[in-house]
């Protein structure tokens, strides 16, 4: 089985047209670690920075090709492993992993938990609701069917009254704080494990990000979180996040030092 790097740089609902490019750039990175040529789908273009419906009937073309390649990729096994330029991607993405590899825990590390749907955001992001649309708790047109017990949040620390009660009512377990390295090890014991990494799950400054979450991980955190995961099958591994802030050289570094801290993880099936 090869592995496989694979990138999207189209619209993904995004604030700006940062992220579209960042995506090429982590796939680079990701491409030289894995001795992988990338195959990149779509191209960037002008953010719309619109509400949740505006941006999903603009993305929805490119959804739809991303979640056909992403379940090809699946389907190859080895190691699959994706950078995309907003974690919106995962309304197209997880759908597959429900489907495919339906024992399968999503460990969704991100600021934030992207659990709100068109009822009660108050933002209108569709980032927002990404992992919502995943569990069928919103209709996207793209599936659901992702159990929320398949679900662990990691690093998670910005949370709506309404995410925050579906953590405190255990409806999705969440593995953070000083605890946290224990306690996704409780969560996901021995069964397979599908990676979302949202890099804006890192302390501000460390990655090129839209958001900036005071409290996050250290590369460090994230390296013993990578080695943890990597005694686990992995199905899978998808990155998004990363923006393109105009300077080659440094974005290039900066991509590079994320893969080294996911080396754990991506060197399990290298």
Do not use: K
């Given at each position: 089985m090869s592995n496989t790097v694979l990138v999207y740089t189209g619209r993904i609902g995004d604030h700006n047209d940062r992220g579209m490019n960042g995506a090429a750039i982590v796939g680079v990175a990701l491409g030289r670690w894995l001795g992988v040529e990338p195959t990149v789908l779509g191209h960037p273009?002008?953010?719309?920075?619109?509400?949740?419906?505006?941006?999903?009937?603009?993305?929805?073309?490119?959804?739809?090709?991303?979640?056909?390649a992403h379940?090809?990729?699946?389907?190859?096994?080895?190691?699959?492993?994706?950078?995309?330029?907003?974690?919106?991607?995962?309304?197209?993405?997880?759908?597959?992993?429900?489907?495919?590899?339906?024992d399968a825990v999503v460990v969704w590390f991100d600021a934030h938990a992207d659990l709100?749907?068109?009822?009660?955001t108050t933002?209108?992001?569709?980032?927002?609701?990404?992992?919502?649309?995943?569990?069928?708790?919103?209709?996207?047109?793209?599936?659901?069917?992702?159990?929320?017990?398949?679900?662990?949040?990691?690093?998670v620390r910005d949370l709506d009254p309404s995410e925050q009660s579906l953590v405190d009512d255990g409806t999705i377990a969440?593995?953070?704080g000083p605890e946290m390295l224990s306690n996704l090890d409780r969560?996901?014991?021995?069964?397979?494990?599908?990676?979302?990494?949202?890099?804006?799950?890192?302390?501000?400054?460390?990655?090129?990000?839209?958001?900036?979450?005071?409290?996050?991980?250290?590369?460090?955190?994230?390296s013993a979180v990578a080695a943890r995961l990597a005694r686990n099958p992995i199905v899978g591994v998808e990155i998004g996040e990363f923006e393109d802030h105009g300077d080659p050289e440094l974005a290039?570094?900066?991509?590079?030092?994320?893969?080294?801290?996911?080396?754990?993880?991506l060197s399990t099936n290298r």
């Open positions: 273009e002008p953010a719309i920075n619109g509400n949740w419906d505006v941006e999903l009937e603009a993305a929805l073309p490119g959804l739809r090709s991303l979640q056909a379940g090809a990729a699946l389907e190859r096994g080895g190691l699959p492993v994706f950078a995309w330029p907003r974690c919106a991607a995962a309304i197209a993405t997880l759908p597959n992993v429900a489907a495919q590899h339906p709100n749907t068109p009822e009660n933002t209108g992001y569709l980032g927002g609701l990404a992992l919502s649309a995943s569990l069928g708790w919103w209709d996207s047109g793209l599936g659901g069917g992702l159990d929320p017990q398949n679900v662990v949040l990691g690093g969440l593995a953070a969560l996901i014991a021995d069964r397979p494990i599908y990676f979302h990494l949202d890099c804006d799950v890192l302390d501000p400054g460390i990655m090129p990000t839209d958001y900036s979450v005071s409290g996050g991980l250290t590369l460090d955190d994230l290039r570094s900066q991509a590079e030092r994320l893969v080294s801290a996911l080396s754990p993880l």
